[in-house]
């Protein structure tokens, strides 16, 4: 193991062996069980504990409907290639691109981790692409650390025939660091404070309210104003001996924790790399604007959801060896509202580096005739030769 290794999860003896990215019914795993060793935790939280987390929850989902909703192309040098080997139109033949990206993405924003089955012909062209469970995929290394090969159910498959997608390499380490994995800490905390706040009027020790008195009560006669109290269900009480009943209230915040549950909310949404408006959450001391949750949407898209993304390219990449590069297309994520989008066609158009038939097929629009040709750009006015309006 490296020393950072040694560092990050301590110091062990390495000899052959399978390493299991985290499953859905045990903490006690390789990434799960170490992690929290640095910042303990009253016990480990696995992906099927997370993800009863509402917030958790909507942050996977939000990551995986980004990501599917870009596209794959293949560009050889800087030019885009009109005809993408059918395997990156559709790398698996039982889903579409989009839900391939989106259970490819999934399974990392989960585990830290995703695998990919590649079947070959013959003469070594890709035929299909098919995404593994990453909870049931083993990770076959030897005493140095090199990866042998993996095993899946019954299946053994060799280096080559596995394409694995880590989140967060740690050196030293065959799987990928999930953000489950690393705040194991922080989603126990949200997840004591939730099932707390729900079994609040269940379980807790809070009486409901006091019976006083201004005389002074045997404790025969105390019990028995109790009973007599509690057995009275919803009828009309009548009280004795100088005793009156003061209730006890808690606001709704204080019953529900609204403000721990707040601060998780936040956590987690720190946890995955997402701005918490992007989760509805609540920020105190910050207004939303339309302006700002743009800026949070293009932010998540260039420094959480590119983690994921580029993961997806570059694997693919490797399978069109002389074909080009895969690279995702984040335009359809990030399109500006009509009114920004005219006004950026028509600086592109002045400009003279597009044509129009460009804009017309952004747009989703048919080609004009003669909408091919680039106008020449127009020189900017100055004071000699101010601009001239008609």
Do not use: C
Request: charged letters at 20%.
């Amino acid at each position: 193991m490296s020393r950072f290794g040694d560092w990050f999860w301590g110091v062990e003896s390495r000899a052959d062996s399978t390493v299991t990215p985290p499953d859905s019914t045990s903490a006690d795993n390789r990434l799960a069980h170490r992690i929290p060793s640095r910042a303990p935790s009253a016990t480990g939280v696995t992906t099927e504990q997370a993800v009863t987390l509402g917030t958790v929850y909507r942050a996977v989902a939000l990551i995986s409907t980004a990501a599917k909703q870009v596209s794959l192309d293949v560009y050889r040098g800087d030019r885009l290639v009109a005809n993408s080997p059918t395997f990156i139109r559709q790398p698996s033949a039982d889903m579409s691109q989009r839900s391939f990206v989106e259970t490819t993405v999934t399974s990392m924003a989960l585990t830290g981790n995703a695998f990919w089955r590649v079947d070959r012909d013959a003469s070594g062209k890709v035929l299909n692409v098919t995404v593994l469970d990453p909870q049931a995929t083993q990770v076959d290394v030897d005493s140095a650390g090199t990866v042998k090969g993996y095993r899946t159910g019954s299946d053994y498959l060799r280096p080559e025939r596995v394409r694995h997608l880590r989140l967060t390499r740690i050196p030293g380490q065959a799987l990928g660091l999930g953000p489950i994995q690393a705040a194991q800490s922080e989603l126990r905390g949200a997840i004591d404070t939730r099932d707390y706040a729900a079994n609040w009027f269940r379980d807790t020790d809070t009486p409901t309210g006091i019976l006083k008195s201004d005389q002074s009560l045997t404790p025969e006669s105390a019990e028995e104003a109790k009973a007599r109290w509690e057995n009275n269900g919803y009828g009309v009480r009548v009280l004795g001996n100088g005793l009156n009943y003061n209730p006890i209230f808690l606001s709704p915040e204080d019953a529900q924790w609204i403000e721990a549950q707040r601060f998780s909310t936040t956590g987690i949404a720190r946890i995955f790399g997402i701005p918490a408006a992007l989760l509805l959450a609540d920020v105190q001391g910050t207004s939303q604007t339309y302006s700002n949750v743009s800026q949070a949407w293009t932010e998540f898209a260039r420094f959480s959801l590119t983690a994921y993304v580029s993961e997806i390219e570059d694997a693919l990449s490797t399978l069109v060896p002389g074909l080009g590069v895969v690279r995702g297309n984040f335009e359809g994520l990030l399109r500006a509202d009509t009114t920004t989008r005219y006004a950026a066609h028509a600086v592109a158009l002045g400009a003279g580096f597009v044509t129009v038939n460009e804009v017309r097929a952004i747009e989703g629009l048919a080609p004009l005739a003669g909408g091919d040709d680039l106008k020449s750009a127009s020189p900017a006015p100055t004071p000699e030769t101010p601009e001239v309006t008609e």
